[in-house]
């Protein structure tokens, strides 16, 4: 079943910049109704819903100061996205930091800002709201989740967290009761505002090897929003895609027990 996105209401998270407002833009060129911009940065939000009202006029976003760390600020959004749009059919799950400097606040955003906007999204809005026959939620994980990734472990950890949420809450008894599809996206390195600061590794060593081994090119967000666009409408439930180097995405197919099992290494 493809699942259109013409005539749906979306609600993003750490949408002022990078890829969260590039998903925004790219969403109402594919005639979404209406979007939720969520950021805790209220100036950026602010310049961004002005870009939106820009090319597509009035009435097509909001924009929501929102702490994704707090369940209650989410809420807030959601509500505010059903007074002014009447339902609510997609979640993207997009707010992240990379910053292993300061871990405690990076895994509170990466890991409880995406288990608290799923718990919202698929237990009470999207599940009741949604206006066909299915709703999606859409999570943020990252190539640092499936590969090793020495010079930021504890970003990598939340990373591959999030695709065991997505695998998880994806579960065929979920889907059953509530319609919503669940899947990720796995993007390599894209240009963001983490990578414009100074200090976001634990040590200066790490940094150093971010630095010696980092020089690859950046994809830019445009690119990997216009991939979304085709995992929305038509990627299973529980899918993980990969999204790097500005190809096309594909999907990261996790072994199944009996598969690992066939291959297994004694000790």
Not at 32 to 48: F, Q, R, S
Not at 238 to 256: C, D, H, N, R
């Amino acid at each position: 079943m493809v699942f259109r996105i013409a005539g749906k209401v979306a609600l993003i998270t750490g949408a002022a910049s990078g890829m969260g407002l590039s998903h925004a833009k790219e969403l109402l060129r594919n005639n979404l109704k209406g979007v939720t911009l969520t950021d805790i940065n209220e100036t950026n939000g602010k310049k961004a819903l002005e870009e939106i009202e820009n090319e597509f006029g009035k009435g097509k976003a909001i924009f929501i100061q929102c702490d994704v760390t707090k369940m209650e600020e989410i809420q807030i959004a959601f509500e505010s996205t059903l007074e002014k749009f009447g339902s609510i059919d997609i979640l993207i799950n997009n707010a992240g930091i990379l910053d292993d400097l300061n871990w405690e606040r990076e895994i509170a955003i990466n890991l409880n800002g995406t288990i608290n906007g799923i718990l919202l999204g698929f237990e009470r809005y999207l599940k009741n709201y949604k206006q066909g026959e299915e709703a999606v939620i859409l999570n943020t994980a990252s190539l640092a989740g499936i590969v090793q990734y020495g010079v930021a472990p504890i970003y990598s950890g939340t990373k591959s967290a999030i695709i065991g949420l997505t695998r998880s809450w994806a579960h065929p008894m979920h889907y059953q009761r509530t319609k919503v599809r669940v899947m990720a996206i796995v993007p390599g390195r894209t240009r963001t505002t983490s990578f414009e600061l100074r200090d976001f590794l634990l040590d200066p060593v790490y940094m150093d090897m971010f630095q010696k081994r980092e020089q690859r090119k950046l994809q830019r967000p445009e690119f990997v929003s216009n991939e979304l666009i085709k995992i929305l409408e038509n990627g299973r439930n529980g899918s993980l895609w990969v999204i790097e180097k500005e190809e096309p995405a594909y999907e990261f197919l996790v072994p199944t027990k009996e598969e690992l099992k066939r291959h297994h290494i004694n000790c």
